[in-house]
Each structure stands twice: as C-alpha cells, then as structure tokens.
C-alpha cells in the first residue's frame, strides 16, 4: 500500500471521526476554509479564461490543443474560445450574482465581475480581436452555457450596457441558423430563446417546447434518467446537460409565463433522484467512476448535484454537508494533480492530471472549461447551510467505514 493511498484512508476515517465528535473542524482546518479552498480553485480554474478576454487578449494566449481523432481540427480550433468562456460562465454565473461576503472575497468577486461585462462586450464585438465564433454546431452548445450563465446572474445582464446587450443579442440570433441535433442539443436551442424570454425579448416558444416535451414525455427510461434521444447512454450527460438544462429552462417560463408547472414538479423529483445516484458515485477519496463519454469534464460531471445544491432542492436523503464535503473531494482530486494545468495555468486534456488518450474526438482546450459548473454552490452565502454545517461524510466514506447507512432504492414515478 503506497504512501498516497493511506492518506486517503486516513482523510476518509478522519472525516467520519470528526462528525461523531461534533467537532466544528475539518481535514483543513475549519468549515470556514473549505469555501476557501472552492474559491480558490474556482480562481485558478477561470482567471485566466475571463482575465484574457477581458483584455481583448483570450485567442492570443489561450493555448489550443485538440484530440488527436478530432473530426474536424480548425473548425474546433476556431471554437475552443468560446467553449471556455461559455462554460466558464456558466459555472461561475451564481457567485457573480451573490452579495456579501468577507473582504477579500468581495474583492475578487469584484475583479470577476469586471472582467466579465468587459468580457462580454469583447466576445460579441464583430471589431474586437475577441470576438467568438457564433455560427456553427458547437457554438450553438456553448452559446447555450453562456446564456445559462446569463439566466443564473441577472446582476450581469443589468449591468450591460444597451450597445453590448444588443450585440450578446445579435451573437445569440446567429445560433438560430444552426438546426440542433435530434439529442440534449434541443436543450441548447432552448436556453437561449429561455435567455431571451427571461430578459423580455422575443423569443421562439417552439424551440423551447420541443425540447422539454421530448424529455417529459417521451425520453424518460426511469429511476431518475432520461436517454439522450432515443438510446440511453450510460455516461454523465444527464448530469452534464440534460437535467441542470431542464430545470434553468423551466424555471425561465414557471418564473415568466406560469406555464409547465406540472414539467418542472416531475423534473426536480427526477432531478433528486439523480442527486442520489450521483453522491453515491463519489467515492470515498473523491474519484468516481471513468465511464461514457466526455470523461475529461472532470467535475463538470457533477453539474446537476451542484445546481440542485445551489437551488437548495435536494432530497431529504441528502444534508448540504455532506453534499459539500464530497463535491469538495471531488474538486481536489481532479484540480490537484501537478499536470492538470500548464505552467501558463490552463488547463490540460485528463480527468486526473494530463491524459489526452481520454479525449473524445471533440474535445478542446476550451471544452475542458465546463469543470467550472462544479462551484454553482458559491452562489449561497457563506451563512447558508450549505457552508455554516459542520463536517459530514457522504455516503461512500460512511459505507466504506463501516457505518451504518439506509438502502437505496429506485425513483417510481407516478403519472
């Protein structure tokens, strides 16, 4: 038994002592530190996404690597910016909205926030060296993260002036040229026209309920999961799109037209049930299981459990602390290996460290950048539960210690 892994047994052991104890304290010193540790990595993960098209400079110095089968090299080269800033974004959209907070955070989310508006205004600029690549299949995904971004911080489209929230607009109608896959891609179509109905702009009714009706009503395969058009993958998609796209969506349309109440009530308990299966899947030193496609999102593969977290929507199975303190394990084993980032600070293609042999034949330097959507829960307060609780294991740690835990059992929904 090698040195690292009796100190992930140790970490795991010394999580389940230290609840039983009550005592406030954790493997880093206090729960007041873990939010420390997400924003830091939430720092290191985008500051030099949104600091470089800030300053109009992301194309020159954001390096592009792609898989080595890629279908199509320049045209994935051409979109690997606005893959990172998009999904970027759509991580880090909650913070940006939140108030409050000690100085020092207050004065990054600050930094961030500038960073942002002027980011926006170079991405959508047709005379700008920055200007993003709009029209296409990809960009029509990653348009959709930056407008999922948008919807989860109004403080964002606010502060926009009225030149650039018309050209965010004008970037946006270019996707419409773009017919989306008969797959989650009707998600991506709908959250933009969800953008433009949550901010009052005429928007395409179909395009949004094509979409939610193909999942409601056609594409769930039961226990908390839906295909990803007419063939279920056993992969992470649900987590990735599927389920974080329908409740952003829905909430667009209960919050702006009182429609789809029924949908949105069926979505968030499917949408719990997930949340189960998905804190089941870390594991008790913070890996999950390598499989589907896409693997290299790293914990972006967490996307829905941190949206339904930072919704405060999780089932009664699951406390906030323990739905922290395994994210948190998960953000540090797939953000600290040596390799992960460059010696510039971007990020490398692997899940654990750099491993391109993991790439799938459309992944970019920019794709990886979807990791971002793990820190949604940054956008409670640090007072909120979510932080405040003291130290908790999740369930694999309480398992694989030999605590006593209640069965799991499948989602039966009832129509």
């Not at 913070?286 to 459990?305: D, K, N, T």
């Not at 992944?363 to 609780?389: K, N």
């Amino acid at each position: 038994m090698n040195n690292a892994f009796k100190s992930l047994l140790v970490i795991g052991w010394l999580s389940c002592v230290l609840v039983q104890q009550g005592v406030a304290q954790n493997k880093k010193g206090s729960v007041a530190a873990t939010r420390k540790i997400w924003l830091n990595y939430l720092d290191k993960v985008a500051r030099p996404v949104m600091q470089n098209i800030a300053e109009g400079k992301l194309k020159a110095n954001m390096p592009v690597s792609v898989a080595a089968n890629s279908d199509n090299k320049d045209g994935r080269s051409k979109v690997a910016y606005l893959e990172a800033f998009g999904r970027t974004m759509s991580g880090i959209a909650p913070w940006l909205q939140l108030e409050g907070g000690n100085k020092e955070e207050i004065k990054l989310r600050n930094q961030y926030r500038e960073w942002t508006l002027r980011g926006l205004a170079n991405a959508t600029d047709p005379s700008s060296k920055d200007f993003l690549e709009w029209n296409g299949g990809q960009p029509l995904v990653d348009a959709s993260f930056l407008a999922i971004g948008l919807i989860r911080s109004p403080w964002l489209w606010e502060n926009l002036n009225d030149k650039v929230r018309q050209q965010v607009v004008n970037a946006f109608l270019i996707t419409r040229n773009t017919l989306p896959v008969y797959s989650n891609w009707l998600l991506f179509s709908g959250a933009i026209e969800a953008f433009f109905d949550r901010y009052d702009i005429p928007y395409d009714k179909l395009r949004i309920d094509y979409g939610i009706k193909e999942f409601t009503q056609h594409w769930y395969v039961g226990d908390g999961m839906y295909s990803d058009g007419n063939s279920f993958h056993l992969d992470y998609y649900n987590s990735i799109v599927i389920q974080p796209y329908l409740s952003d969506i829905l909430g667009v349309l209960v919050l702006k037209q009182k429609a789809y109440q029924r949908e949105s009530e069926d979505v968030k308990l499917i949408g719990q049930r997930y949340a189960q299966i998905l804190e089941r899947m870390i594991n008790a030193d913070g890996s999950y299981p390598a499989i589907g496609r896409s693997i290299v999102y790293r914990g972006g593969v967490f996307h829905h459990l941190a949206n339904v977290a930072y919704k405060k929507q999780l089932p009664a199975s699951l406390t906030p602390a323990q739905v922290r303190d395994g994210l948190t394990a998960v953000i540090e084993r797939t953000l600290s290996s040596t390799t992960t980032f460059t010696k510039e600070g971007w990020l490398n293609v692997g899940l654990y460290g750099q491993q391109p042999g993991l790439a799938d034949f459309y992944i970019t330097t920019g794709s990886l950048y979807i990791c971002a959507d793990i820190f949604l829960p940054l956008g409670l307060p640090e007072t909120d539960e979510f932080w405040s609780a003291a130290p908790q294991p999740w369930t694999a740690v309480k398992i694989w210690s030999g605590q006593d835990v209640a069965a799991d059992h499948a989602l039966e929904l009832k129509k």
